[in-house]
């Protein structure tokens, strides 16, 4: 598939598109001429950062509103080809502290969107940005999309219910709509001020302020990464191809330790240290302990596997993040 020449010069909406992943998908939507709309409310508990859409500010069109407003969205969805849905309250932890924000914003929006579009512009193609954390404490690895579906917290509850309403929309009124199951994705503009939505990047701003990098248990926990480029690639893939539309794809990388991972960071950074600190037990209660995602079933249908490795797309990242730290910290 050509995808410069597929998306050139379309109507694209980025719901959450001033977050990590929704920007850096911006950009390359901007790259190859499509004519990009992001719409962010730009909660406080997020990934949104303006400066994450500094340089090409001037070539999209940025609405600052809520996914759960109607009349903006009704506005804005009805004149677009594509729709990138990325939107959703991430936080594991966040979502047992307010499980009722959780709810409405990564399922009640998310069914508010469906039926805008299913109402006023049937023939939009949409992919919704999904999580393996719906598969809960995995029973084999690596985790493939027969797993059986049993998440710990409430984020991979809601979460669930806003893959399971894109999928009902296909089945039911042969909506354009499609599943990414995503893993720890990593890369520029992440959120890193805390660890409230990815530990990598708190690692990340541990070593660049000389702290240890904090792990919790042993290290022995096994994880998958994939880079933002990789993971934007998936997307741009799966919305435009006709044979995704109904399906769930697992993304997924190389597995690794957490262990292994921080002497990796530390090795590339040329400096620093770690420290093997005891559970939170808000945090040891949902986790999934060991998981890596089998993505043959995306490989199989749409060719898609990962380009970047992991010592590449980390080097990238931290490089990123020693320049530009003051808009992240």
């Not at 708190?202 to 993971?231: H, K, M």
């Not at 209660?285 to 890596?292: L, Q, T, V």
């Amino acid at each position: 598939m050509d995808i410069e020449k597929e998306y050139s010069g379309q109507q694209v909406l980025i719901t959450g598109g001033l977050g990590f992943i929704g920007s850096n998908l911006a950009r390359k939507l901007v790259e190859i001429g499509s004519r990009v709309t992001i719409i962010d409310n730009l909660d406080s508990d997020s990934g949104a950062n303006l400066c994450n859409v500094e340089e090409i500010k001037n070539q999209i069109e940025i609405i600052q509103s809520d996914i759960s407003n109607e009349k903006e969205l009704t506005s804005v969805l009805k004149d677009k080809k594509y729709l990138f849905n990325l939107a959703g309250q991430n936080s594991h932890v966040g979502s047992m502290q307010d499980p009722y924000k959780d709810l409405i914003v990564n399922a009640d929006s998310q069914l508010k969107i469906l039926e805008i579009c299913r109402l006023y512009n049937p023939e939009i193609k949409i992919v919704f940005a999904g999580t393996r954390q719906v598969y809960g404490r995995a029973k084999y690895l690596p985790v493939d999309e027969k797993h059986l579906i049993t998440p710990l917290d409430n984020n991979g509850v809601s979460k669930r219910a806003g893959e399971m309403y894109h999928i009902v929309y296909n089945r039911v009124y042969d909506m354009h709509t499609c599943v990414l199951r995503m893993t720890n994705v990593y890369g520029p503009r992440m959120r890193i001020k805390d660890d409230k939505l990815t530990f990598v990047g708190w690692w990340i701003r541990q070593l660049l302020e000389g702290q240890a990098i904090q792990i919790y248990g042993d290290g022995s926990q096994i994880r998958d990464f994939n880079y933002v480029d990789d993971v934007i690639d998936a997307m741009l893939l799966c919305v435009s191809n006709p044979f995704a539309y109904g399906k769930i794809y697992n993304l997924g990388g190389e597995p690794i330790t957490l262990l292994e991972l921080a002497r990796l960071m530390i090795e590339i950074f040329d400096d620093g240290n770690y420290e093997l600190i005891p559970y939170p037990s808000a945090r040891k209660r949902i986790d999934i302990g060991d998981y890596h995602g089998d993505y043959s079933f995306i490989n199989l249908e749409l060719g898609w596997q990962p380009q970047i490795s992991l010592q590449e797309g980390m080097k990238k990242t931290i490089e990123f993040y020693q320049q530009h730290k003051q808009n992240y910290f």
